[in-house]
């Protein structure tokens, strides 16, 4: 847990979502609902116990990962879910006591561990009626009323995201994104109209969630700074998977870049933490992000024109301009419709230029 905790603080994360249960309804801590759990195996000890007490001595905020779909307990409703009915399962479904199951399970984990920052749900859509319907339209009735009411019963502060790929219902207090920007849909998982609660997408590393010894695509530094500025531009948090080996470490080449994305963040993290995004339009050279009265153009493709980059929707009046992290002053034209930022003697960085706009 002290290295996981210590590498994802090297990386400039600042929270962790954990899997408490995936799919397959193995839990990682000491259920007493379930004997399918970590603590009945040889290694014998509460994975989740050790990294909530390591994130709350470090102050990494912990989320938590909880499966909604069930691909080993009998009572799953299995006979109607999209992916369970090759389990070999035979008994008949009852839903009633899976609901219970579930709320017992997220008592648990909302009582024994202290603060948990959110819970952040899977699996909605193994019981859809089709994959395109955008409402929340289900075989089955989830109880989300009880349970969101439950979790915000036993911990008000809680955050509640369903990553269902449908517009947030009430009681879910951000919206994810699966492998795609808000709004985009290159993967198939998306397509579902942004809402105004806060955003967050998530993204892996390679090609997989969990560990994969033949997976080496791995994605640059480069490419996933640019994910997460871009996610940044479009209000959205960005939330990277680490899939940690079978023997719990985190893979060298994982370790190696979330440092770099770190030594970066150190660098240019101002211009990410804490800022909005949707400010203007993105431009074929980059991207925008602000806090308060600054603006931070976010340079990540070469610009059609090499001599200036034009700023779209700038009303307020420029106080000074310069590259971030430079106290050296850049030319700029302001007019109605924005502003044209000269680049004349600026060396372009090979991950993102950012140049930092003051306003009045």
């Known amino acids: 847990a002290k290295k996981w905790v210590a590498t994802a603080k090297a990386g400039g994360m600042k929270y962790i979502t954990f899997i408490s249960r995936h799919h397959d309804s193995f839990s990682n801590w000491d259920t007493k609902e379930s004997e399918w759990k970590i603590t009945n195996t040889p290694y014998g000890k509460d994975a989740l116990k050790q990294l909530a007490d390591e994130c709350h001595k470090e ?156 997976d080496k695509k791995y994605k640059s530094t480069k490419d996933l700074i640019h994910y997460m500025v871009n996610a940044a531009s479009l209000n959205a948090n960005f939330l990277l998977n680490v899939g940690p080996m079978p023997d719990g470490t985190i893979q060298p080449e994982f370790v190696s870049t979330l440092k770099e994305i770190g030594d970066w963040m150190k660098l240019n993290g101002q211009s990410i933490y804490g800022t909005r995004g949707n400010v203007t339009k993105g431009q074929d050279w980059g991207v925008l992000t602000a806090k308060d009265k600054i603006w931070y153009a976010h340079i990540i493709k070469k610009p059609k024109d090499s001599a200036a980059i034009f700023i779209a929707d700038v009303k307020n009046k420029i106080k000074s301009c310069h590259l971030l992290n430079s106290k050296k002053a850049l030319k700029f034209k302001q007019q109605a419709d924005g502003v044209f930022v000269y680049l004349d003697g600026v060396q372009l960085d090979a991950i993102d230029t950012i140049i930092e706009l003051k306003l009045q």
């Open 59 to 214: 102050g990494i905020k912990l989320f938590l990962y909880y499966s909604l779909l069930d691909w080993y307990r009998s009572d799953y409703q299995y006979e109607t879910g999209k992916t369970g009915q090759g389990t070999g399962r035979t008994q008949k479904s009852d839903w009633e006591s899976y609901i219970r199951f579930m709320k017992a399970q997220l008592t648990e984990l909302l009582t024994n561990y202290g603060k948990i920052d959110g819970i952040w749900f899977d699996g909605h859509w193994d019981q859809l009626d089709n994959d395109h319907d955008k409402t929340l339209q289900s075989k089955v009735n989830w109880h989300y009323d009880d349970i969101y009411k439950l979790i915000h019963s036993l911990q008000p502060q809680c955050l509640i995201s369903n990553n269902h790929h449908l517009l947030p219902i009430p009681g879910e207090d951000f919206q994810a994104f699966e492998k795609d920007l808000p709004g985009g849909n290159s993967t198939g998982f998306g397509g579902q109209s942004v809402s105004q609660l806060p955003l967050e997408t998530c993204e892996t590393m390679n090609d997989s969630w969990g560990f994969s010894i033949t």
